[in-house]
């Protein structure tokens, strides 16, 4: 069984989309790769911070689903990190109305012993420096780095950041992130680019359009699947990247044509989503409901033709 | 050999992107649409009008591609249709500069005798009382009617617009307009929405964001080609409407997977016509280039995953 460190922030979010609004419910990029990832049945952690105001109940919910939360320091007198966000009409946009860092100000994230040896490292969006200090303390280099991160450290702390880049496998990004960190408009350009500073595999997420999947010159394209209705995007990229690990360290597989699979996955995971506020639909879905639309996705995108 | 009659604009353009200007060099959907199913080699014939300016050069250029222009009114004493735009930076909007009607203004459609018992027919981005003039001219219903259409006709002639809609098997429009027609914002609720209007098929196009393809509750989606460079993306939608129906036209088979198969070649067809100003791509490209980039489509879209 592969190990899985997952760094990232465990936290509570009070949502407004068009279609209603939630108090402070779990939340946090960890969160949402954890319940993701738990899904291939991984030996995962997760390392990350919360205060004394976070349940036991959400703890025992993620180790429920095998996820180990040794590494998530509680400051008992410290207070979890808050975001509160409220989409627009066409979900594409947000804008965020509060961000308390609270404990993740000073987060000092230590790896709990028995997963410093793992296979599989999933650096969450937090800053580079954090994902940095995690990196150093594994044991040894593990087979995949994946990193996740925003156009925020790009903005506030760009070299630590691309210090983070030169050291990871894989790198998640949005469309909009990749052409600010690379200057070019082209998502192919833009990928050579980042090859060049330092990942094997770009991938490149687009929301509602899907994501693709760039190493050397192979190019890949995973679409989102088409809902009725898309009710929270919170947590999508975090639930997308959870599938993309999770599915790499079951299958112990690192090649492109494995890649592959995974981004579907990843896609495949993110759909369930959408469907519910916060991670409710993670939590509800079934192994059953998680195979049938993995043909879904087939359905979509497989085709036979000949020549033109 | 299947007949296929295309009615649409036969312009001049003259294009402004970030890489370049042109003069008034070749456009129009009726052009792109013949050009784009010509590479099917089926038996074409346009509808359309132009002015006494418009170079024989132009019409020789179509003939020799077995595009036959007999129902392309010539007017002596008027001018062709001239579209002038500036695209920004993204290439992914634009702005009008001009637009001249000019003998457009007084188009009325004749469909050569020869071609009314056409058993496909592409109704290309024109006033929609026009496109109506063409279907009640066919001999017998055509077995396969495509609709191309914009917001414009939705603003300013919504009630003859929906008369065409009512009578046609197939509609592409872009995601927008798909939102507009229907106040729908989920695209798979908007497509349901179209249906009820009449079409069987509807086609969602969403630019380098590829293109999505509903009949019934199945979906197909066609990703646009990730290119290291876009040049100028004039009539890459009506290229790939001409690649759709050119496919079926070619191939007389309007299920649903054969369906699939054509807006794949579409959108193959489409990235051509974005890397040169207006139709140079197209007329340049050659079998064996359309051929190999269609094994790239299967590339960047085929996996194989058994299950979860």
Not at 159 to 169: A, C, G, Y
Request: with cysteine.
């Amino acid at each position: 069984m592969s190990k899985l460190v997952i760094v990232g922030t465990v936290a509570f979010d009070a949502i407004e989309t068009p279609f209603g609004k939630t108090d402070k419910i779990l939340g946090g990029a960890a969160t949402y790769i954890g319940l993701s990832s738990a899904t291939f049945g991984v030996d995962s952690g997760i390392v990350s911070i919360v205060g004394g105001d976070f349940p036991d109940d959400y703890l025992q919910m993620l180790n429920d689903r095998n996820i180990n939360t040794e590494g998530i320091e509680i400051v008992k007198e410290g207070k979890t990190f808050f975001w509160s966000g409220i989409y627009h009409n066409d979900l594409n946009t947000r804008d965020t109305l509060v961000t308390e860092l609270n404990t993740l100000a000073d987060f000092n994230p230590i790896v709990p012993d028995n997963f410093k040896n793992a296979e599989f490292l999933m650096l969450g969006n937090l800053h580079p420096s954090v994902q940095l200090g995690v990196i150093e303390q594994m044991a040894q280099r593990p087979k995949l780095i994946v990193l996740d991160t925003m156009n925020f450290w790009m903005d506030n702390a760009l070299s630590e950041l691309l210090e983070v880049i030169k050291r990871v496998d894989v790198i998640a990004i949005n469309d909009e992130e990749a052409r600010q960190l690379t200057g070019e408009y082209s998502l192919v350009k833009a990928a050579r680019k980042i090859f060049a500073m330092g990942p094997k595999s770009v991938i490149i997420k687009k929301g509602e359009h899907g994501a693709l999947l760039f190493q050397n010159d192979d190019i890949f394209f995973a679409p989102a699947l088409p809902l009725e209705e898309v009710f929270d995007p919170t947590g999508a990229g975090d639930t997308f990247a959870g599938g993309f690990i999770g599915y790499l360290a079951k299958t112990r597989d690192i090649s492109f044509d494995n890649m592959k699979r995974a981004v579907i996955c990843g896609s495949n995971l993110a759909s369930f989503c959408v469907e519910k506020f916060g991670t409710e639909r993670l939590q509800s879905m079934t192994k059953k409901e998680i195979f049938e639309r993995l043909q879904q996705f087939k359905e979509l995108t497989q085709f036979e033709i000949e020549s033109n």
